[in-house]
């Protein structure tokens, strides 16, 4: 097995891997302390742990624990971006996650309140997992999903995230 470890991120997507357009397999690993935090200007934070932008991602018996998307805020609107998946977030690519558990994941938007005012950013959507585009596909077998949340005045403080339909889970 293999750890990624409290890797900061810093590009906004995929604190320990952002995948664009590859095939990717991990097993027996664990996703631990990993941040995905959007940069200055609002920009939105977008899988914690893991961003698949295109391509096909399994995982196979892996834990997704206390990872988190932040959103930055914006000086001159106090608003900020949005966070979207706090383990996993997957855009336009094929995921199939199985044996696998999300605990204690966080999606926080940027606000002004990140800085000390009362005012919230964007959504905050999916504090496990968040599927944020209607091409995208995420497959769930055999997994646990506990504990994850979101904050900011508009969230979900749901789980998971979809578009127009939840997840397939078996």
Do not use: Q
């Not at 095939?23 to 914690?48: D, H, P, W």
């Not at 961003?51 to 988190?68: E, Q």
Request: net charge negative; charged share 15%; glycine share 22%.
């Amino acid at each position: 097995g293999m750890t990624f470890l409290g890797s900061p991120g810093g590009f906004a997507r995929g604190g320990a891997l952002c995948l664009i357009g590859s095939t990717t397999s991990v097993s027996r690993c664990s996703f631990l302390g990993n941040i995905a935090e959007g940069g200055n200007g609002g920009v939105n934070g977008e899988g914690g742990a893991v961003w698949v932008g295109s391509g096909d991602f399994r995982a196979d018996k892996c834990m997704w624990l206390s990872n988190g998307a932040y959103g930055h805020y914006r000086n001159s609107v106090l608003s900020g971006g949005g966070a979207f998946g706090g383990g996993l977030c997957v855009s336009t690519g094929k995921v199939v996650v199985s044996s696998s558990s999300f605990v204690g994941n966080l999606a926080a938007p940027g606000g002004a309140d990140r800085i000390g005012l009362d005012l919230h950013g964007e959504s905050g959507l999916g504090g496990a997992m968040a599927l944020i585009h209607k091409d995208g596909t995420l497959i769930l077998v055999n997994s646990t999903v506990s504990s994850n949340r979101t904050e900011a005045a508009y969230s979900s403080n749901r789980d998971y995230d979809y578009g127009t339909s939840p997840p397939d889970c078996t």
